[in-house]
């Protein structure tokens, strides 16, 4: 049995020099690869239009699919599309600058490498494709989809107007006392 992983490995070595075609699909077992994803599942087809240099690699991606996630209202499971681009470039090095930070788009291999690890490009990129509020979204007439009943719970358990605090917490008073200098 192999490794999940080895479906996000690209093969260099014996790769000629000019444009290459991959095509990868991240499911629930890419996803499971990382414990602590928020996805819960997924099916996302990952186009791979690789240009190999004797310097460099330039990949293009484009990802279409979608992902379940946990809506972070009602915490009924949500399905979002997604469908978007990224991409990476790779430099050849003869010797790996420790100094150099890998950036999220542009990486150090060494020259002779013979093989490249997309997993981690690959989650990153989903992730960071994802909303920033996971909630289902309100319909044509501006009411949220989510979950009838934990709305109706959420209502309940939501401070009164009269509960509300209006007066500044004492705390912050402490700082009214610094004074910043140039």
């Given at each position: 049995?192999?490794?999940?992983?080895?479906?996000?490995?690209?093969?260099?070595?014996?790769?000629?020099?000019?444009?290459?075609?991959?095509?990868?699909?991240?499911?629930?077992?890419?996803?499971?690869?990382?414990?602590?994803?928020?996805?819960?599942?997924?099916?996302?087809?990952?186009?791979?239009?690789?240009?190999?240099?004797?310097?460099?690699?330039?990949?293009?991606?484009?990802?279409?699919?979608?992902?379940?996630?946990?809506?972070?209202?009602?915490?009924?499971?949500?399905?979002?599309?997604?469908?978007?681009?990224?991409?990476?470039?790779?430099?050849?090095?003869?010797?790996?600058?420790?100094?150099?930070?890998?950036?999220?788009?542009?990486?150090?291999?060494?020259?002779?490498a013979y093989e490249l690890d997309l997993t981690h490009f690959l989650y990153e990129a989903?992730?960071?494709?994802?909303?920033?509020?996971?909630?289902?979204?309100?319909?044509?007439?501006?009411?949220?989809?989510?979950?009838?009943?934990?709305?109706?719970?959420?209502?309940?358990?939501?401070?009164?107007?009269?509960?509300?605090?209006?007066?500044?917490?004492?705390?912050?008073?402490?700082?009214?006392q610094l004074r910043i200098e140039n």
């Amino acid at each position: 049995m192999t490794d999940k992983r080895d479906d996000f490995v690209v093969r260099l070595s014996g790769v000629e020099l000019g444009n290459h075609k991959y095509s990868m699909v991240c499911d629930k077992a890419f996803f499971e690869l990382n414990g602590m994803s928020e996805i819960e599942n997924g099916n996302i087809n990952v186009q791979i239009d690789m240009e190999k240099s004797a310097k460099m690699l330039e990949l293009h991606f484009h990802f279409h699919g979608n992902v379940t996630v946990v809506c972070d209202r009602c915490l009924d499971f949500l399905t979002i599309v997604l469908d978007f681009t990224d991409f990476l470039v790779v430099n050849f090095v003869s010797q790996i600058d420790e100094s150099f930070v890998n950036d999220e788009n542009i990486w150090q291999i060494h020259e002779k490498a013979y093989e490249l690890d997309l997993t981690h490009f690959l989650y990153e990129a989903i992730e960071l494709a994802l909303p920033t509020q996971l909630i289902h979204p309100d319909d044509e007439n501006g009411n949220p989809t989510c979950n009838p009943e934990m709305l109706k719970k959420l209502a309940e358990l939501a401070p009164k107007e009269e509960e509300q605090n209006t007066e500044p917490d004492p705390r912050w008073n402490a700082l009214k006392q610094l004074r910043i200098e140039n």
